[in-house]
T-cell receptor
Framework: KQEVTQIPAALSVPEGENLVLNCSFTDSAIYNLQWFRQDPGKGLTSLLLIQSSQREQTSGRLNASLDKSSGRSTLYIAASQPGDSATYLCAVRRRLRGNTGKLIFGQGTTLQVKP | DTGVSQNPRHKITKRGQNVTFRCDPISEHNRLYWYRQTLGQGPEFLTYFQNEAQLEKSRLLSDRFSAERPKGSFSTLEIQRTEQGDSAMYLC????????????FGSGTQLSVL
């Protein structure tokens, strides 16, 4: 059974700091991994998607890496801004024989960036 | 492409009442997912459809929950005889198989059972 864990549960940093959010998963047979952002009371916005054959993806100040063999992904945020304050969720999609499965989510890391 | 649309945005109901939520996915997406999220937790999978076929249903989904996607387009999620423990954000998402299968979420329906 696939389990996804995110550490830490909460993080508070001063503006301008670079930071890393961690995601680990127990079953390496994944199709892809997706990072999302969620603002309070809102739905989820997709940030980055990494296919199982890829090592990393970048979008602006965000960089996500994937190490399938160790069951880990990291989301790196450069030069953090108060507008980055949100909950960040990672989710993995299983690879099934002839098909792909559902996304399984971690509990999220709530980030606060202080001005 | 207007994104994934969910209605209503908020629903307040009394315990024991039935409620129904609607989700309109991105038009060309063949997969549609329902998730439930409580405060401080990640979304929990409920069920998903590929076209009109319901491919998987979580054990979390008791007999009081039912979901349909009759023509492979919009979907409804019904909760019968609501309980206070059903209070949560209900999220719908859609994706297209055969490629990256990137998941796009709607804004959710916040259910409060009094």
């Amino acid at each position: 059974k696939q389990e996804v864990t995110q550490i830490p549960a909460a993080l508070s940093v001063p503006e301008g700091e670079n930071l890393v959010l961690n995601c680990s998963f127990t079953d390496s047979a994944i199709y892809n991994l997706q990072w999302f952002r969620q603002d309070p009371g809102k739905g989820l916005t997709s940030l980055l998607l990494i296919q199982s054959s890829q090592r990393e993806q970048t979008s602006g100040r965000l960089n996500a890496s994937l190490d399938k063999s160790s069951g880990r992904s990291t989301l790196y945020i450069a030069a953090s801004q108060p507008g980055d304050s949100a909950t960040y969720l990672c989710a993995v999609r299983r690879r099934l024989r002839g098909n792909t499965g559902k996304l399984i989510f971690g509990q999220g890391t709530t980030l606060q960036v202080k001005p | 492409d207007t994104g994934v649309s969910q209605n209503p945005r908020h629903k307040i109901t009394k315990r024991g009442q039935n409620v129904t939520f609607r989700c309109d996915p991105i038009s060309e997406h063949n997969r549609l997912y329902w998730y439930r999220q409580t405060l401080g937790q990640g979304p929990e999978f409920l069920t998903y459809f590929q076209n009109e076929a319901q491919l998987e249903k979580s054990r979390l989904l008791s007999d009081r929950f039912s979901a349909e996607r009759p023509k492979g387009s919009f979907s409804t999620l019904e909760i019968q005889r609501t309980e206070q423990g059903d209070s949560a954000m209900y999220l719908c998402a859609s994706s297209l198989t055969g490629g990256y299968e990137k998941l796009f979420f709607g804004s959710g329906t916040q259910l409060s059972v009094l």
